[in-house]
């Protein structure tokens, strides 16, 4: 199966550990159709909490449509992000602050789902430290997201303690993101 991948890539750094994650997993698979939607560089605008999405599926900025798009096509949603400050960076945080108008086609409109399709998700995440507490926090944040983005998070991947490169285990990394291709690839092959 070649699935089709709608990446959320928040790092500026594009040579960076994030970065370096995402192109190790992509190496795992033999054909692989990817969406990158770089946060940095598109730089949506944030939700101003207008309440257009209350009254009419959308939103009332039309920036947002290729993430829309994306995520209706895809049969596999990786977030690929550093941790700022125990969360996303905020041009990816926008992304997600976004979705909001998911949350009121559902709750206010009455759409029940709406992105169909349903998707694997995978998170990639890298910090400097030692303290995992950011990406738990990003995982919780995800799982609200999730919902309405008919998402179903598989499996998390963190590059941890990047500031201490001599101890940095690359071996590790590249082991948990085999670990995430495997699991993916059962994901898939038991759709229908």
């Not at 500026?12 to 990817?34: Q, V």
């Not at 490169?165 to 085999?178: A, Q, T, V, W």
């Not at 995430?180 to 059962?186: D, E, G, P």
């Amino acid at each position: 199966m070649k699935p089709n991948v709608f990446v959320l890539f928040g790092s500026p750094r594009h040579n960076g550990y994030t970065a370096c994650m995402l192109k190790y997993f992509f190496s795992c698979w033999d054909e692989i159709d990817a969406v990158v939607f770089d946060a940095y560089k598109e730089n949506i605008k944030p939700c101003i909490h207008c309440g257009y999405c209350k009254k009419v599926r959308g939103c009332i900025y039309n920036d947002f449509i290729p993430v829309e798009k994306g995520l209706n096509n895809a049969d596999v949603l990786i977030i690929a992000s550093p941790v700022y400050e125990l969360s996303f960076p905020s041009p990816l945080k926008a992304v997600f602050d976004r979705t909001q108008q998911y949350f009121e086609a559902k709750f206010s409109l009455g759409i029940q789902m709406p992105i169909q399709k349903h998707k694997a998700a995978l998170l990639f995440a890298s910090y400097g430290s030692t303290d995992s507490s950011g990406v738990e926090i990003m995982q919780k944040q995800l799982a609200l997201a999730f919902r309405v983005m008919n998402a179903e998070l598989l499996h998390t991947v963190v590059s941890a303690n990047t500031d201490n490169e001599r101890d940095f285990d690359k071996n590790l990394i590249y082991s948990e993101l085999d670990k995430a291709s495997q699991k993916l690839k059962q994901f898939l092959y038991a759709l229908p």
